[in-house]
């Protein structure tokens, strides 16, 4: 090989090491978001080889997100928050290169406010007493490629708003897929009731109630979910975003019940061959990467597996392009909870083979039945 090229190939691999060590070092000095350390240097994003000035950034995220402040104190305060997101954006884009990171609708909210109020996934795991483990499936025949969304058991992307509700959408987004399978028809179950109604606790467990906007886990959920009989229509019973404080559940309009679930084993291939055969899944994921996500197959070089937000894996890809000198990389395609806004029209796509920030780590499987014409 040429001396020159030799070089070339060491320095590129030197560079990705340091930049997931200092994402490591990060880590390991309990940062409650280790992968935003600077790891570049602060240069302008460019529009035909010209940088663009933050505040022109700025003003663009305003017009294409409807933002307005109170004050012109809360605007600079806001204004202060984009430009470190945008920093942040670069260092992302650096740690996580096969993806595309920068300007997203979450792009003036500090860390701990997105975290607060776009995540809610609790943070205390503990398998439910009506949970079973997933059997064992044969995997030699599964598709290359497979996507729930060609099938046509996935509702249309939802919103959680400002509301830390994330593991509601991930359980209804499961039960939606089994109540279909079950069925053949689709139909949009309603987060709210969950909201409200869902406070579901482990008695040997103090503060780890499912609570609404506050948080909860999709585990419990179908445990409550269980134990009431099923869910409503999301047409009976739609989504404000809020904690209502009551409970507005009407049992003779049960749409979707559940029969039983299930914890999937962390084995990918396990994995796939519930998707294939049950239906989407409930996961849990490592959301750090997703606030300045934009599209493209995420498989970052670091990324904590500190689970923090509930979602819904509807498919899978043998291979996605990635930019040159990186192999293309096979990943997981998952429905998210922010709006078609977001991400690839309110899709993300996470690479597999290495349970990158915690994508295998809790994954559900749900079987429905059939209670009320629909």
């Known amino acids: 090989m040429d001396r020159r090229l030799s070089l070339l190939l060491v320095s590129s691999l030197l560079a990705a090491a340091l930049a997931a060590a200092s994402a490591a070092e990060d880590l390991s000095a309990g940062d409650g978001d280790a992968l935003i350390r600077q790891v570049v240097d602060d240069g302008g994003d460019g529009r035909e080889g ?88 044969p995997t030699q025949d599964l598709p290359k490629d497979f996507d729930w969304r060609d099938h046509g058991a996935v509702t249309a992307v939802k919103n959680q708003g400002s509301c830390g509700s994330c593991w509601g959408f991930s359980t209804t987004g499961a039960l939606e897929g089994a109540n279909y399978l079950a069925t053949g028809k689709l139909v949009s179950l309603s987060e709210q009731q969950l909201v409200d109604c869902d406070h579901e606790c482990d008695p040997e467990e103090p503060g780890s109630c499912d609570s609404g906007c506050n948080g909860g886990l999709m585990n419990s959920a179908f445990e409550y979910t269980l134990k009431a009989g099923g869910l409503m229509r999301e047409e009976d019973y739609p989504y404000t975003g809020t904690d209502r404080g009551s409970c507005k559940f009407d049992k003779s309009k049960i749409a979707a019940s559940v029969a039983n679930f299930s914890v999937v084993s962390l084995d990918e291939d396990q994995i796939a061959a519930n998707l294939v055969k049950n239906g989407p899944l409930a996961i849990a994921i490592n959301a750090v990467f997703m606030q300045t996500y934009v599209g493209g197959v995420s498989c970052p070089y670091i990324c904590s597996k500190r689970l923090d937000h509930g979602v819904l894996l509807v498919g899978y890809g043998s291979a996605a392009y990635a930019p040159i000198r990186m192999k293309e990389k096979p990943y997981w395609i998952i429905k998210n909870s922010w709006g078609e806004n977001w991400g690839e029209n309110g899709f993300y796509k996470i690479c597999r083979g290495r349970n990158i920030c915690g994508v295998d780590s809790m994954v559900s499987t749900v079987a429905a039945i059939h209670t009320a014409e629909q």
């Open 50 to 137: 010209a940088p663009l000035s933050d505040h022109h950034h700025f003003s663009l995220f305003k017009r294409r997100f409807g933002r307005s402040y109170g004050s012109q104190e809360e605007h600079d305060y806001r204004f202060g928050v984009f430009r470190a997101n945008l920093r942040r954006a670069r260092r992302h884009q650096k740690l996580d290169p096969s993806a595309a990171h920068g300007v997203t609708q979450f792009s003036d909210l500090t860390p701990s406010e997105f975290r607060r109020t776009h995540l809610g996934l609790r943070r205390k795991v503990k398998l439910p007493k009506d949970a079973n483990e997933a059997p064992i499936l």
